[in-house]
């Protein structure tokens, strides 16, 4: 027994001399000059791009697709230096950028490409691309020349094939003999060398095709917690946080970043968050109930209050950055005699919570934190508003999976939801949103009406470039004058930097990394 | 004595079993739909073809004993599965997340039981003087911090203000220090106030009074008579107070971003990975309650009088 | 009685305690000495201050007692308490070792037998532990515990009352102190034990030649080991002097009381003094005749409104009473 105490006593006291002793103090929180750090949100997890699983953002730095994304939507060359579209649109002539080779050296041509779509272009897992589901088949007309044939008319196919996944390219010899994923290997500016929970290393490709790097390396460290990232990034011990979907800066934090002398950068945001009605609910089917509760909204004061300023008060369905995106609709200002007067004229009536025929006019709005972050403020916002003009929100709580459950199912009277933003707009949101026939397992619909507002959507899906804008602007007015959807705001995208970062930029989608230009300096 | 600890270790075998009953039923009876969140990776847009694909390939819509047995099985043979978000197989990131855990518990620990020892000796030598005052009081605000807080104020003053440690990461002994502290302090203080009231109560008896009359010093008393005696109340103290440090790391390891079970769990219950789910949560009900036993066990033998019963 | 050869000379002592709810007097103006080798009994009611006088000087008194302590003690020739001068304390466990009441709860149950008498040699004979190991396996020898060197290591539970009664003495004497004092060291016990630890300590007091100051509320208990006897009542002595003259001729009444009701056979063991009705006065409260008045059988008037002062009786007999005073007065003319 005194042995065994005195055991514990010795090593208890081994393991504080060890902790202490092992305590140095290096300059560790100054970054050298060759390493830019990068918070994620979480582990970046499998890069395979066939598979749904990476953080968008960090696939990008390694994969290319033949086109980019530029700002504003405008198509720019990548792995294929120009392209052509037939005139019935269904052939994509792609002319291939030659002496690129992935960083593993296999070269880049028409065969590694019909590899790489061969994994996945007309799979059903994949079909929700629309070009992958109309697609034909791939003719190799050259080493560095191949046409893709389909068997509709895509005019949304280039700006799907500027995605991230499943379309961009992975070096052929990336895989183990029976095809399954080995490693990342890629054209892009940068070579992965480690990949775990607790980051993920990026070194500079040298052997890239474009403009490289000012920068050797760049460590994306895994920090879970918001909170923790706006620490880091003010300890200098990261150097960029930020980003939708790779560690999102709520507005609270980026006014505490700026104040503390940091600089915050902001974009125009490509999505749009909306407030969409169950179509199929009695009450809402009438559009002067839809018009009351969207005029109840005082969008100014909810991007000034709740969004700090980092939002832009709307009444479009897409940001004028996206293509197409239709004439500007002047946001009006809140108006509850107006919308009381619509209520009044649509039958609801009485003091306190309207109701008609005995019924009370008590809507349901379903809110999940996981699907849109902050929406349970936002919900009781809401709530605040319409009450006013005596109509009655009940706020549910539903996790991330239960949302899933609930909206495809049209489990709801009102919901929040946000569009898919670029690159996927305008195209992705009608379907998902809008289109009757499209039914998908984890989305429901803003709105849906299958005789007047399906030949709309599908009119402006398959209008060719001289007609398309006119397409789009007639289902845009369609839902105006309906008053179909409440669009509420246009989120800024949010970036914070330290003082190490300069000639930073945001990309023109939030599923890239900014890291294009940016020069660093020790610090 | 024998016949005790075995009695004790078959008490801990059966609680295991319940446990593992509890963590597979809680994680099987939540709400939402698991096969949406597979379904979710396989295309960036889900079909319902697809959710029912999926619930066919892992047999989601089989009876919840089936499920319960196939789990139980799978889990005896070493088999955890894989996370159905990264793909990763679940034993091996378990196995690689527990040194992260390991060292912050373990960390965590010594800071307790210094802060603990440390603080109540020091009040207990001089009783009522300015030390013991300091103490207690520190004692009562640090148990009614919120580890999250402590850790924020922790990480502001040694990296936003100080710059001298990192406010992040699993890199070595100094990337230790915070969340060792962040996690240790609040029951440091706790240990801390329940030695201090057993030491006092110990330094009154009279055995103090004839080790006195043999010419000690208050310190060696202290020493020496007092905490033979409240040992028992420390380890059980500690004991409580380790076990409950898993709950601690699901606020901590976040917080620093430690790559640990418990961030894998925070990281698995937000996107209701399973399988994740069931084995970690299993892995803190054993550690738990192995934690428990081991306390039980130290101190039956640290009090002579079950140790060494008079008839033996 | 006091004389230049006394180990122990106390002259004067007031002990006041206080603690957060009283103030009590616990001893006024106490007078003893003991010499070396010899043994003083100090024999009282609970409550007379018996223990107090002894414990206060050397800084043993309970947490949360603060004690006044006036007068002089002198030990070993040297002035160890009076004239601002306080030093009592560091004589403890060296050349001054106490055995107390209940040798259960005076032992620490958290530790083996062996260290903590072994501490005391460490201390301050300065001895190895190994030396202390033997030098306590001796000690237990000699206080009369078979198989000493196994009773080292075991702890205090595993031993019976008398058992431990003698680790208690064994660590007391373990430095070899010139002086013992030993408080009630057998009340705790079985009565057949009792005789065996008196005659345990006779034994001791004649191998090492120490002076024992024995407190107790039994004067049968003293009676056969005790050269001098002190009586306290209400923290004063009321009768000093050797064995023979106190037990032979008690001259005040408390302790011709005290001699009456010594328990017989037939009396349950433990049991609180027979024979004297009443109980002591509260100390808290100021007196102003003698103490013992309200119990006393042959009170005088003048009781009532002075005390006694502590006169002989004959050679070194000293009692404080009018009462017998008077009647000695009377018998020498």
């Known amino acids: 027994m005194n042995t065994t105490r005195r055991t514990f006593l010795i090593s208890s006291g081994l393991l504080t001399t060890a902790l202490v002793s092992g305590i140095e103090l290096p300059a560790f929180a100054a970054g050298d000059a060759t390493t830019l750090r990068i918070a994620l949100n979480r582990q970046t997890g499998n890069l395979d791009p066939t598979v749904y699983k990476a953080i968008w953002a960090v696939q990008s730095m390694i994969f290319e697709p033949l086109v980019r994304y530029g700002q504003g939507g405008k198509l720019e060359p990548a792995l294929a230096t120009s392209w052509s579209v037939s005139e019935d649109g269904k052939a994509l002539a792609f002319k291939l950028r030659e002496g690129v080779t992935f960083s593993d050296g296999t070269p880049w041509n028409a065969e590694a490409l019909k590899w790489n779509l061969d994994r996945w272009i007309g799979k059903e897992d994949h079909s929700w691309l629309l070009v992958s589901a109309a697609y034909d088949r791939l003719q190799i007309v050259g080493p560095y020349e191949v046409v893709l044939h389909l068997k509709n008319p895509v005019p949304s196919a280039l700006a799907e094939l500027t995605t991230v996944r499943p379309v961009r390219f992975l070096s052929p010899k990336a895989v183990a003999a029976d095809g399954t994923f080995k490693e990342a290997v890629g054209t892009g500016p940068w070579k992965v060398v480690r990949n775990d929970a607790e980051r993920t290393e990026l070194v500079r490709n040298d052997g890239y095709w474009g403009e490289k790097p000012a920068f050797e390396a760049v460590s994306l460290v895994v920090i879970p917690n918001a909170r923790s990232r706006v620490d880091a990034l003010r300890a200098g011990q990261i150097d960029i946080t930020g980003g939708v979907f790779v560690a999102a800066l709520s507005p609270q934090d980026a006014r505490t970043l700026e104040a503390s002398g940091l600089a915050v950068e902001t974009a125009t945001g490509t999505d749009t968050l909306v407030l969409g009605f169950n179509p199929e609910r009695p009450i809402l089917q009438d559009p002067r109930v839809r018009e009351a509760v969207s005029l109840c909204l005082d969008r100014a004061a909810i991007c000034e209050k709740l969004l700090k300023g980092f939002a832009t008060p709307t009444m479009n369905l897409f940001p004028s950055v996206i293509p197409d995106s239709g004439r500007r609709l002047p946001v009006p200002k809140r108006d509850v005699a107006r919308a009381k007067a619509l209520l009044e004229e649509a039958g609801w009536k009485g003091a306190g919570v309207r109701s008609k025929d005995g019924t009370p006019l008590k809507l349901e709005l379903v809110i999940s934190e996981d699907a849109v972050a902050g929406s349970r403020a936002l919900g009781e916002v809401i709530q605040n508003f319409v009450r006013e003009a005596g109509i009655d929100v009940d706020l549910r709580l539903v996790d991330h999976v239960s949302r899933h459950d609930d909206i495809p199912q049209l489990k709801y009277d009102l919901a929040l939801f946000i569009t898919a933003g670029a690159p996927y707009d305008p195209h992705s949101s009608l379907t998902t949103y809008f289109l009757s026939t499209y039914r998908t397992g984890t989305d429901g619909k803003m709105f849906m009406d299958a005789a007047k507002l399906d030949p709309l959507v599908n009119a402006a899906l398959t209008a060719t470039e001289g007609t398309r804008a006119a397409a789009y602007q007639a289902f845009y007015d369609w839902l105006e004058q309906n008053h179909a959807i409440a669009p509420i705001y246009h989120a800024t995208r949010l970036w914070a930097h330290g003082k190490r970062v300069s000639n930073f930029s945001i990309p023109a989608t939030e599923y890239e990394m900014p890291h294009e230009g940016i020069k660093l300096v020790a610090g | ?312 | ?333």
């Not at chain 3, 070396?36 to 409550?47: C, K, P, Y």
């Open chain 3, 1 to 333: 009685m006091s004389s230049s050869e006394a180990l122990l000379d106390v002259s004067n002592l007031d002990v006041t305690l206080h603690t957060e709810r009283a103030t009590v007097r616990a001893s006024r103006a106490v007078t003893y000495s003991v010499a070396a080798g010899r043994t003083l009994a100090i024999v009282g009611e609970s409550g007379s201050g018996k223990t107090i006088l002894n414990l206060a000087p050397l800084g043993l008194l309970p947490p949360g007692v603060t004690a006044d302590i006036t007068g002089e003690v002198r030990f070993d020739g040297k002035l160890v308490l009076g004239d601002g001068v306080n030093q009592i304390a560091s004589h403890r466990g060296k050349d001054i070792g106490v055995i107390f009441q209940d040798p259960l709860s005076a032992l620490n149950p958290a530790r083996r037998i062996g260290s903590q008498i072994m501490e005391v040699a460490e201390q301050h004979l300065g001895m190895t532990a190994r030396a202390a190991s033997a030098h306590a396996a001796e000690l237990l020898k000699m206080v009369g515990i078979p198989d000493p060197v196994a009773r080292l290591s075991q702890y205090p539970h595993e031993l019976s009352g008398g058992m431990r009664q003698r680790v208690v003495i064994a660590a007391a004497i373990a430095a070899e102190p010139k002086l013992l004092i030993a408080d009630e060291p057998t009340t705790a016990l079985d009565v057949t034990v009792q005789a065996q630890i008196i005659s345990l300590l006779r034994q001791l007091q004649k191998r090492i030649g120490m002076a024992i100051v024995l407190i107790s509320h039994d004067i049968g208990v003293v009676a056969g080991m005790a050269d001098a006897i002190a009586v306290m009542y209400a923290g004063a002595i009321v009768e000093i002097g050797s064995a023979d003259d106190v037990l032979v001729q008690p001259s005040h009444p408390y302790t011709r009381g005290l001699l009456a009701s010594v328990p017989r056979l037939d009396t349950p063991l433990g049991a609180p003094f027979r024979g004297l009705p009443g109980l002591p006065p509260d100390l808290s409260r100021p007196l102003k005749g003698c103490a013992f008045e309200e119990r006393c059988s042959v009170a005088l008037e003048a009781c009532g409104s002075a005390r006694p002062p502590l006169q002989p009786v004959a050679g070194t007999h000293a009692a404080a009473c009018f009462a017998n005073v008077r009647a000695a007065l009377a018998a020498t003319r």
């Open chain 2, 1 to 312: 004595m024998l016949k005790l600890v075995y009695k004790r270790f078959i008490g801990a075998m059966m609680l295991i079993v319940i446990a593992s009953v509890f963590c597979f039923l809680l994680i099987a009876a939540f709400p939402g739909n698991v096969a949406l969140v597979i379904a979710e990776q396989r295309s960036a847009t889900v079909s319902i073809e697809i959710v029912h694909q999926v619930e066919e390939e892992y047999g989601l819509k089989d009876p919840i004993l089936v499920r319960y047995g196939r789990w139980l099985g799978d889990t005896l043979r070493g088999d955890l599965g894989r996370s159905l978000r990264t793909g990763e197989p679940v034993g091996p990131a378990l196995l690689r997340r527990a040194a992260p855990t390991f060292v912050l518990i373990l960390a965590g620990a010594t800071v307790a039981l210094t802060i603990g020892l440390g603080f109540s000796l020091l009040g207990a030598l001089w009783p009522g003087g300015m030390v013991d005052r300091g103490v207690r009081a520190l004692a009562l605000v640090g148990a009614s911090m919120p580890k999250f807080f402590i850790a924020a104020l922790l990480v502001y003053a040694f990296g936003v203000l100080l710059k001298v440690l990192p406010t992040y990461g699993f890199d070595g002994p100094s990337s230790w220090i915070l969340p060792a502290l962040a996690i240790g302090i609040v029951p440091g203080a706790l240990i801390s106030r329940v030695t201090r009231v057993a030491l006092e109560s110990a330094m009154s008896r009279p055995y103090v009074t004839t080790a006195l009359a043999k010419g000690m010093s208050r310190g060696r008393i202290l020493v020496r008579d007092a905490v033979p005696n409240v040992l028992p109340v420390v380890v059980n103290a500690f004991g409580i107070h380790f076990a409950f440090m898993v709950q601690a790391a699901i606020v901590i390891e976040p917080i620093f971003a430690w790559p640990g079970v418990a961030s894998y769990f925070v990281e698995a219950a937000r996107f209701r990975d399973y399988q994740v789910l069931q084995s970690s949560l299993l892995l803190f009900s054993m550690f738990f309650i192995l934690v428990n036993f081991v306390v039980d066990l130290i101190v039956l033998t640290i009090d002579p009088k079950q140790r060494r019963p008079r008839s033996a």
